[in-house]
């Protein structure tokens, strides 16, 4: 079974889309609130529950993390964007993404957890994450400017706008398999109000190819969904160029790739 045939499995069982509007609802949710929530609903003993949330793992469209003694479950989006990547054309993508982006921020949640697995090695990965060149090929036309070291400032900047895009400081720099920065987005007044986050990237070999875990976390209630909702095409971007070599030509993806007029 390919990549594609596992999600949309996952997706045909009523109850695992229950779960995983459990997860959109509130993230980071313990196995114990989920089978209190959907057990009942459904009629199924706990053991039914964690075979579904097995299948859903199975497919990507969930994340697990330790914290403590607890297993917290987190909806991970990465899979459903590359399906939305491969059929919904450049045309339609904006009335989409502004539609799920008003969902999005009806409903956020304050941290976010995204998982992919790409075929490449770790190195590899780590230089497409930190080379500022083949950075802006998947992020948005945006590289990192900063000498990579603990406690170094960093900027976000694009070829395209004079302004600078967003910052922080480099927080933990284990390459090429950790990287933790906070992140201060400047991009408009409405991001620039909230703060600052963190961000952690983290590479682990699995065969062949990598599992790339990314955590927005330590945002503030009620953060806009402008802050991490880019994630999904991010990482899009970066599997795809990885993986063959070539650039998402989605118009969210080219946000920053080309220079703009600045009134």
């Not at 802006?136 to 000498?147: A, H, Q, S």
């Not at 802050?227 to 030509?249: D, I, N, Q």
Request: hydrophobic fraction near 40%; charge should be negative; include cysteine.
């Amino acid at each position: 079974m390919d990549a594609d045939d596992a999600i949309f499995k996952a997706l045909a069982d009523p109850t695992r889309r229950r779960l995983l509007d459990r997860l959109f609802e509130r993230d980071g949710r313990t196995l114990g609130e989920l089978v209190g929530e959907v057990a009942g609903e459904a009629g199924m003993t706990r053991f039914g529950v964690m075979k579904h949330l097995r299948v859903l793992e199975d497919a990507g469209l969930i994340v697990t993390r330790r914290s403590g003694r607890e297993k917290l479950h987190h909806l991970n989006p990465v899979p459903i964007r590359l399906v939305h990547d491969r059929w919904v054309s450049k045309f339609a993508e904006p009335w989409a993404a502004a539609l799920s982006g008003l969902k999005r921020e009806l409903e956020a949640s304050m941290e976010r957890v995204f998982e992919i697995y790409v075929k490449t090695t770790p190195e590899r990965l780590w230089d497409a994450i930190t080379d500022p060149a083949k950075r802006r090929i998947f992020y948005f036309g945006v590289g990192i400017v900063t000498d990579w070291t603990v406690g170094s400032h960093y900027e976000a900047r694009s070829e395209g706008v004079p302004d600078l895009l967003w910052e922080g400081e480099n927080l933990e720099v284990e390459p090429p398999r950790r990287l933790v920065q906070s992140f201060h987005a400047l991009w408009s007044e409405a991001v620039r109000d909230a703060g600052v986050s963190r961000v952690t990237w983290e590479i682990e070999p699995v065969g062949d190819s990598c599992r790339l875990l990314v955590t927005h976390d330590e945002l503030p209630e009620g953060a806009n969904p402008e802050l991490y909702g880019g994630w999904p095409m991010v990482l899009s971007g970066l599997k795809t160029y990885l993986e063959t070599g070539e650039a998402l030509t989605t118009p969210g993806s080219l946000r920053y790739a080309t220079p703009r007029a600045h009134g």
